[in-house]
């Protein structure tokens, strides 16, 4: 993939992203509350955005500082889509997957979700009213951004950069 | 397969306006089914109410009235709740309709939206008795001083009145949201389906029912997967079904262990590396699973194909669909107006030899399994007038039109979705929901299986 091609596919990989965001915020107001599914479709569109968008910013980049190991796993083929890491860069995408419904709002801080191993306190009704699904109040670190902040993260700056700006009008939403 | 289908007049469903553009999205048909012996189609919408048309018996005075489907009885089968621990919306539209074998006179059929799924019962009541003592005509109670003998009731025959009662409801089971039912061939069992979790329930009782299957990880954001439909075996009470979000079907076995998370058979096609898209996931995803008649095969639907299972090979499908390969290269703009989310259901004819599923601009296709032709039709005003047959139609690539009915890819309608199909049990009848309208079509040539 030559540079041009690159930026291409970089531009509408940017595009998808911004699109599958709007989707995401849309399907907060739906009536009936989040679709986990819809969610969980949303939310590999945009991993996928991501991943091509990372690979292509790799090629399209000057030729400098020698990319890690890690990004160089996901970067390698462009056109595949394994994500390495089982949690998702984004917060935006941990939220449609762990929260299937009621959390418009509701950042009060969850107990249950801040250690998975602690036993839940909460009585389980007949409807298994799990609150797992709640996003923890503290922003999370991308995993990403400790991984890159040795090479001085290149690669995906302006994206974590907007990722960041997603995850706070997300919590605030 | 005969493509001369006869056009039985459609049946406007219900407030619709003269400017087709406007629909009342309470009308919008969300769920199509008949009954066992193709007697009764019962239609369900958005608004949470249900429809169900009766056939007409045959007529020997008319005979080209014979099997006309009417309006039977209507009734709201769910209302819009709210749940408050959540505070949640929970929709009236009804996602599926499933009938119960009809053991008595009386009908029954379950009805489903997002979270509570109810029994109904239908009965005639076609005499009602009168003559009573205490109370005249209208039901007031009579002056005692005029009552001067005594009469036994008689029942007197009356105006036939569908009486409609909700014999069971079944809540509080699902935190996910409801995508299928199924009744068992035991009769006595059904199984409802979320997207993470099944349940298994006795028709009468509706206080508890059994997890058959739990693919919720013990963290959501492993999750990878979800459940979109499931479906018992027709013959065989133990097995069921279940398809998921990755394109996978699983068959399960009740008798192996009482929670069915670990498959009898995983039926998956391995994926063409060369066909990865951004959106590859999203077209794979299984929108429905229909056992045959015969319990022979599966038949699924993913975004561009219908594809048929033989249940003994598991490693790929026997026969793959194409239903509307044109919009392979258009799956960004699709992704971009949501019609990439569509779910299409699909169906089986009586014989299991031609399959039937929906597409957009009022398009439907039909599958011969056997000839291996297909066609493709349109429900729509226009070209269904009562009688008249129906015209095959044909999607070109953009800007090659070769003949004069042929539609080119760009000026397919999207919002003009036929998502819900049946198809009569025993006859070439089907019933196709466009929006808000009702077509039903006969093939009056090949009326019988052959």
């Known amino acids: 993939m030559n540079a041009t091609t690159a930026m291409e596919v970089n531009a509408e990989a940017r595009r998808i992203l911004a699109v599958s965001i709007s989707k995401l915020y849309a399907s907060r107001s739906q009536r009936g509350g989040l679709r986990l599914h819809r969610s969980l479709l949303l939310s590999m569109v945009m991993r996928s955005a991501r991943d091509i ?77 799990a609150p797992d699904f709640l996003p923890s109040k503290r922003a999370r670190l991308e995993p990403g951004e400790e991984r890159y902040a040795a090479p001085s993260c290149r690669a995906g700056e302006s994206l974590s950069a907007l990722s960041l700006n997603l995850n706070r009008a997300i919590s605030a939403f | 397969m005969g493509e001369d289908t006869d056009a039985t007049p459609t049946l406007n469903h219900r407030g619709f306006l003269p400017d087709h553009n406007y629909v009342t999205e309470a009308d919008i048909i969300s769920t199509v089914e008949f009954n066992h012996t193709g007697e009764l189609l019962a239609t369900g919408d958005k608004g949470g109410r249900v429809v169900i048309f009766q056939r007409e018996p045959e007529s020997k005075t008319e005979p080209f009235s014979q099997g006309e489907y009417n309006v039977y009885s209507t009734f709201q089968s769910h209302e819009p709740e709210f749940d408050y621990l959540k505070s949640l919306e929970i929709e009236e539209k009804i996602n599926k309709i499933r009938w119960l074998p009809q053991q008595n006179a009386a009908h029954f059929l379950l009805s489903t939206n997002d979270k509570t799924i109810k029994l109904w019962k239908v009965s005639e009541r076609d005499k009602r008795p009168e003559g009573y003592n205490l109370k005249d005509e209208e039901g ?23 009486e409609v009662s909700p014999r069971r409801v079944f809540a509080n089971a699902h935190t996910y949201h409801v995508n299928s039912i199924s009744v068992n061939s035991d009769y006595q069992t059904y199984m409802s389906a979320d997207d993470l979790r099944i349940n298994l329930w006795h028709l009468d009782i509706t206080d508890r029912s059994f997890n058959i299957v739990d693919i919720k990880p013990a963290n959501m954001e492993d999750l990878t997967e979800v459940i979109t439909a499931a479906e018992f075996h027709p013959h065989h009470c133990n097995l069921f079904v279940y398809s998921s979000s990755k394109g996978t079907l699983r068959l399960c076995d009740m008798r192996e262990a009482a929670l069915c998370d670990k498959h009898s058979k995983l039926f998956e096609e391995p994926e063409d590396p060369s066909a990865r898209s951004f959106f590859s996931e999203i077209i794979s995803s299984v929108s429905d699973v229909k056992f045959s008649h015969s319990g022979r095969y599966l038949l699924t639907r993913d975004y561009l194909t219908a594809k048929v299972w033989d249940l003994n090979m598991e490693s790929k499908p026997l026969e793959t669909y194409q239903v509307h390969d044109y919009l392979r290269s258009k799956l960004c703009s699709l992704y971009e107006n949501d019609c990439i989310f569509d779910k299409f259901e699909c169906a089986w004819n009586g014989s299991d030899s031609v399959i039937m599923t929906g597409a957009y601009n009022n398009f439907f296709r039909m599958f011969d399994r056997n000839t291996k032709r297909d066609v493709t039709l349109e429900a729509s005003r226009e070209s269904s007038k009562p009688r008249a047959v129906l015209k095959p139609r044909r999607v070109c690539a953009a800007g090659g039109k070769r003949r004069k009915d042929d539609i080119s890819v760009d000026s397919l309608d999207f919002t003009k979705k036929i998502l819900h199909t049946a198809w009569h049990p025993n006859e070439n009848i089907i019933a196709i929901a466009a929006t808000n309208n009702l077509y039903i079509f006969q093939d009056k040539l090949n009326s019988e299986m052959h």
């Open chain 1, 53 to 129: 968008y990372h690979s292509s910013r790799e090629i399209e980049g000057p030729s400098g500082a020698q990319p890690t190991p890690e990004p160089m796993e996901t970067s390698s083929s462009p056109g595949e889509q394994t994500v390495p890491e089982p949690q998702p860069e984004f917060q935006t995408s941990e939220e449609p997957e762990s929260g299937d419904e009621g959390c418009d709002g509701d950042i009060t801080e969850d107990k249950e979700n801040m250690s998975p191993t602690k036993q839940s306190r909460k009585r389980r009704g007949k409807a298994a009213a």
């Open chain 2, 140 to 162: 007031r109670i009579k002056d005692l001083s005029t009552v001067t003998s005594l009469q036994v009731p008689v029942l007197m025959p009356m105006d036939l009145m569908v």
